[in-house]
Nanobody, 114 residues
Framework: QVQLVESGGGLVQPGGSLRLSCAAS????????MNWYRQAPGKEREFVAG????????NYADSVKGRFTISRDNAKKTVYLQMDGLKPEDTAVYYC???????WGQGTQVTVSS
């Protein structure tokens, strides 16, 4: 079955950086678009970034454009989210997802606070 395991979250000061990873299994990773979403307390889950199967096309929410970078390693079946210039409003649980299977990981908590 499809499994997605996120890691890399934590507590970071404003302006800091984190790199999230999502290890995938149970499907053909290399042919699937992968997305990152996030959900802050009391808010709906929102799209953060997406990347096509070969990594040729990426897209980002306006709120993270220029600060976050999505990438993937198809040999390792892993998608990454490099987050720089973090702000308190980036605090959320971050999830990776494979749209074709509507599958989600368990999420990883990112907290941006001084």
């Amino acid at each position: 079955q499809v499994q997605l395991v996120e890691s890399g979250g934590g507590l970071v000061q404003p302006g800091g950086s984190l790199r999230l990873s999502c290890a995938a299994s149970g499907f053909t990773f290399s042919v699937n678009t992968m997305n990152w979403y996030r959900q802050a307390p009391g808010k709906e889950r929102e799209f953060v970034a997406g990347i096509t199967s070969a990594g040729g096309i990426t897209n980002y929410a306006d709120s993270v454009k220029g600060r976050f970078t999505i990438s993937r390693d198809n040999a390792k079946k892993t998608v990454y989210l490099q987050m720089d210039g973090l702000k308190p409003e980036d605090t959320a649980v971050y999830y990776c997802t494979v749209p074709r299977y509507n599958s989600w990981g368990q999420g990883t908590q990112v907290t941006v606070s001084s």
